[in-house]
C-alpha cells in the first residue's frame, strides 16, 4: 500500500499521494498516476492499492464528466456501486497472474468542488472483499493513510509540512511490510474555487 493524504476545508483542499509503482507479476518497480484530475469540473481522483483499479475508476469517472446532467454528488454517489460491480473481474485477474487474494485492495477518494453547496466536498471509498459493499464515508477534514505515523501532529496546507508527513508515512510503511511499498516523490493537487494546482513536492 502507498500514500493517500486530504486536508479539506470548505474553502480548499490538498490531496497527496506518492509515486512508487511496482508490477504485480514481475515485481518491477516504476512510477505511477495516483492522483488525476477532471479539471472540467475542478475534481481530484486518487488511490491507493491497486494501480490498475485505479485507472479503471478513473476511466469511468471522467466519462461520466461529459454527461450534460454531471455533478460531484452525483459521481459520488456512483463510485460504490460501480466498484462493486468491477470487483469480480479484479479478483478473476489476479487469480489469473498468480497473486493471492489478500492482497487485493483498494482506497479512492474524490474530491472537489461543489457548485450547489458553493464549497469543497469529498467522499473517500474502500473495497477489498468481494462479498461486501465498498465502504462509503464522506469526508469531514479529510484523511491520513495511513494515518498512525501522523497522530498528533497538526494539520497543515503548508508544501514543506505535507512532505514531512509523507516521509514519516514512508518510513513507517517500509518499515511495517519490510519492503519498499511507497516511495518515489509525493504529488499534491491543491484545490479551491475555479482552481486545482499539481505540485511535485519533493522524494519521499
Known amino acids: 500500500m502507498s500514500i493517500l493524504n486530504v486536508l479539506m476545508t470548505p474553502e480548499r483542499a490538498v490531496v497527496a499521494v506518492d509515486t512508487l509503482a511496482q508490477d504485480a507479476v514481475s515485481g518491477e518497480l516504476s ?3 495516483k492522483l488525476l484530475l477532471i479539471p472540467q469540473h475542478n475534481i481530484v481522483v486518487a488511490g491507493r492499492g491497486s494501480g490498475q483499479f485505479f485507472l479503471r475508476i478513473y476511466q469511468l469517472c471522467l466519462e461520466a464528466s461529459f454527461r ?7 459521481i459520488m454517489r456512483e463510485v460504490g456501486p460501480v466498484m462493486d460491480g468491477l470487483w469480480p473481474n479484479y479478483v478473476q485477474a489476479a487469480l489469473d497472474a498468480g497473486m493471492g487474494l489478500d492482497q487485493l485492495h483498494s482506497e479512492i477518494v474524490v474530491v472537489g468542488w461543489c457548485k450547489t453547496q458553493d464549497q469543497i466536498i469529498g467522499t473517500a471509498y474502500a473495497k ?5 459493499h465498498a465502504r462509503v464515508a464522506a469526508l469531514v477534514g479529510g484523511i491520513a ?3 498512525e505515523p501522523l497522530r498528533g501532529s497538526p494539520d497543515s496546507f503548508e508544501p514543506d509540512a505535507i512532505l514531512a508527513a509523507g516521509r514519516r508515512q514512508t518510513e513507517f510503511l517500509n518499515v511495517q511490510q519490510g519492503r519498499a511499498v511507497a516511495g518515489g516523490r509525493l504529488i499534491a493537487a491543491f484545490l479551491q474555487r475555479s482552481q486545482a494546482v499539481v505540485q511535485d513536492l519533493g522524494a519521499i
Open 31 to 33: 512510477e505511477g498516476a
Open 68 to 74: 450534460k446532467t454531471f455533478s460531484i454528488e452525483q
Open 128 to 132: 477489498s472483499d468481494v462479498e461486501r
Open 145 to 147: 493513510s495511513p494515518g
